[in-house]
Each structure stands twice: as C-alpha cells, then as structure tokens.
C-alpha cells in the first residue's frame, strides 16, 4: 500500500507543485483574434493582428502570475497596453478571458478615459483604435487557477483620450 501511495503522490506532483504553460495553437489564437475583433467590427475598428513577440511577452506574465499563485496585477513599467483575466479553473475556451472584457461594454460610456475606467478599462483596451498587434499567454497555478494575458501594441487606455 505504501509503494502505491508513493506511485500516485510521484504521478500527481505536477499537479500540486508545479505551474503549466497552456499554449495557444493557431486555432486558439484564431478564437482570441475574433472575439477581440468582432468587437472592433461592430465600431468599423480595423483587425488586430497576432504579435508572436507579445505572445511571448504576455507568456512570461501568465507564468509568473501563476507562480505567484495569490491575485492579478499588471507587469511593473510595462510598455505594452494589458489585459489578464483571471477564472478559478481551466476554461472550455482559451477566448473566454476575452469575452469576459468584452461583458465590460454594458459600463462604457463614450467619453475620454477617466476615473471610472475600472469598470471598463478591459473594453476600452480591446477596441483601442490605436492597437493594432495583439499576443497572449496562459497557465495554470499550483492550485490550478488560469491566468490569461493579453499584450497590446500600441498600447491605449490614455487617461484623457477617447478609444477611438
């Protein structure tokens, strides 16, 4: 009975110890592309494109959030515009972190970027008419919380300015 209790708790340490990568294959990022784009559409915004370079960037957050384990918080001096979703367990869709910002469109009220930006600020950056490239990174926490990054180039959300 030990040696089993051995075998098993050996098989599931990945799962208690360590944190997982989740790659985003070209039918994923097609998936994140269009729900981010559909967005856009409906402003007559043009298409974002996919940015390997912020994928890998947005990548590296992801893991480091899930490192950490404890709550989101957006990259010290980023110079990229930022979103991260945060759901409690792997989703169905990797896009579901996007369609949780685009849900955030009911709180945006056409006017220069403010104060009240916290209900919206997701939104906002999604239909940035200025971003043009977008990349995204996932992975899943020790406790298995998935953290979703999305990083933008040009970035937006300028306290004054208006989205588009």
């Avoid at 592309?33 to 494109?49: F, G, P, V, W």
């Avoid at 996007?98 to 403010?114: D, L, Q, R």
Wanted: with cysteine; aromatic share 14%; proline share 4%.
């Amino acid at each position: 009975m030990k040696t089993l209790f051995f075998y098993i708790s050996i098989l599931c340490a990945p799962c208690f110890f360590a944190q997982e990568i989740i790659e985003i294959d070209e039918v994923n990022q097609a998936a994140i592309l269009e729900e981010h784009n559909k967005e856009r559409a409906l402003l007559n915004i043009s298409d974002l494109t996919w940015n390997e370079d912020l994928a890998a960037y947005a990548q590296e957050w992801a893991l480091q959030l899930a490192e950490e384990d404890r709550s989101i918080h957006h990259r010290p001096a980023d110079s990229y515009g930022e979103n991260i979703s945060w759901i409690s367990n792997m989703p169905d869709e990797l896009s579901e972190g996007v369609a949780m910002w685009n849900e955030e469109k009911e709180y945006f009220k056409y006017k220069p970027i403010g104060n009240d930006w916290a209900k919206s600020g997701h939104y906002t950056q999604v239909i940035w008419k200025n971003s043009t490239e977008v990349g995204c990174g996932s992975a899943l926490s020790k406790s298995g919380a998935f953290f979703f990054v999305c990083n933008y180039d040009p970035p937006g959300n300028y306290v004054g300015q208006k989205p588009y």
